[in-house]
């Protein structure tokens, strides 16, 4: 059978995890140029999609250097998303993700993201929507675990329940629901996954700020690979240190030169991606990438109000 583009990546697999309002095109190249192996768009609504809503079509835009890119779903209602599928297959992504595990209000507080995890047949439903609308791989992005009444759900109850599915890959965030981003990791939840799933990576994710984090994960709980989501925040640069830290026990800082550059070239990827606006949505990474420098408070008053490329290289000045 002919391999996927997940059976195809070389391990340890690499991934920008999906961050709204983070992970846009401009920052997926920025990811990939600094040696993630595979890039996750920001979550993106079915429903959006179904009902053709230009503002979630505008989200479906990516450069070819940014492959491979996964597109990643949330919704509730299983019907929509087979139209969404089919719409994201169409737009030339590598593969589907489908979100089970967000906690953010205007998500879960609809009957979606990780609250779905309490309802396996829903999300057996919503999956077997995706593969009715697509050839793409199809990969989830779980929680470890979310209460249901006075029960857990957890990952590896959602793993068993679908495994009759053809699913491709799986991101495990290490944290429940009721401690979304703040809990220690769940290292033996994320092992039992991986244990549990035979058919493609399993990925491990949360709380990955340095590659001796990454190294921990890769131990602890034997995945496949890495989701890097808040320590790139500033840092996309992570990835090719882990990659060598992980090879060779080794990694060096970035020099003032390359991160100017990297700058620079996030700026352009920007600007060419969302034209003007792009830059107002650059400037919190601006503000990210000179975090804990000398000046950069000061900085960061100029940089939260960049509006041309000019802009930025005049207050980069100032630091380089
Ligand atoms: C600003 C922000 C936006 C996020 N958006 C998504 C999303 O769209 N889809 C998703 O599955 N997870 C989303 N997440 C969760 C991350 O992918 C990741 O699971 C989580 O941040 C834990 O990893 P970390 O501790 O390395 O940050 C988001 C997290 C943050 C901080």
New binding site residues.
């Given amino acids: 059978m002919k391999k996927n583009f997940w059976q195809k990546l070389k391990k340890p697999i690499l991934a920008l995890?999906?961050?709204?309002?983070?992970?846009d095109s401009a920052f997926r190249r920025v990811c990939r140029e600094s040696g993630a192996d595979v890039v996750?768009t920001?979550?993106v609504s079915a429903d959006g999609l179904y009902h053709d809503s230009k503002k979630t079509l505008e989200l479906l835009d990516f450069d070819k250097a940014e492959q491979p890119v996964v597109v990643?779903l949330?919704g509730k209602t299983p019907e929509k998303f087979t139209k969404a599928a089919k719409i994201c297959e169409e737009a030339g992504f590598a593969g589907i993700?489908i979100?089970f595990?967000?906690p953010?209000k205007k998500v879960a507080g609809h009957g979606g993201?990780v609250t779905l995890m309490r309802d396996l047949t829903k999300c057996q439903e919503i999956i077997g929507a995706v593969l009715a609308g697509t050839k793409l791989p199809v990969s989830v992005?779980l929680r470890t675990s979310i209460k249901k009444g006075d029960k857990i759900v957890t990952a590896i109850d959602f793993i068993r329940f679908m495994k009759d599915l053809p699913i491709s890959a799986v991101?495990v965030?290490g944290?429940p629901y009721e401690d979304p981003?703040n809990a220690e990791i769940d290292y033996a939840m994320i092992a039992k996954v991986k244990k549990e799933f035979k058919a493609g990576p399993v990925l491990g994710?949360?709380?990955?700020?340095t590659p001796e984090d990454g190294k921990k994960m890769m131990k602890e709980a034997g995945v496949d690979g890495l989701?890097?989501?808040?320590?790139l925040y500033g840092k996309p640069w992570l990835f090719g240190q882990m990659k060598k830290y992980l090879k060779t026990g080794k990694y060096e800082s970035i020099s003032d030169k390359e991160l100017k550059k990297l700058i620079l070239n996030h700026a352009k990827w920007a600007l060419k991606s969302k034209g003007d606006y792009g830059l107002v949505e650059l400037r919190k990474h601006l503000c990210w990438y000179v975090a804990g420098r000398a000046g950069a408070t000061q900085l960061r008053a100029k940089l939260v109000r960049v509006e041309t490329l000019g802009d930025i290289k005049l207050a980069l000045k100032e630091l380089f």
Avoid at 205 to 209: A, D, L, R
């Fill in positions: 995890a999906p961050m709204a309002g983070v992970t996750y920001e979550m990643q949330f993700d979100n595990g967000c953010a993201g992005k991101m965030h944290r981003f994710n949360g709380g990955i700020k989701g890097l989501a808040r320590g």
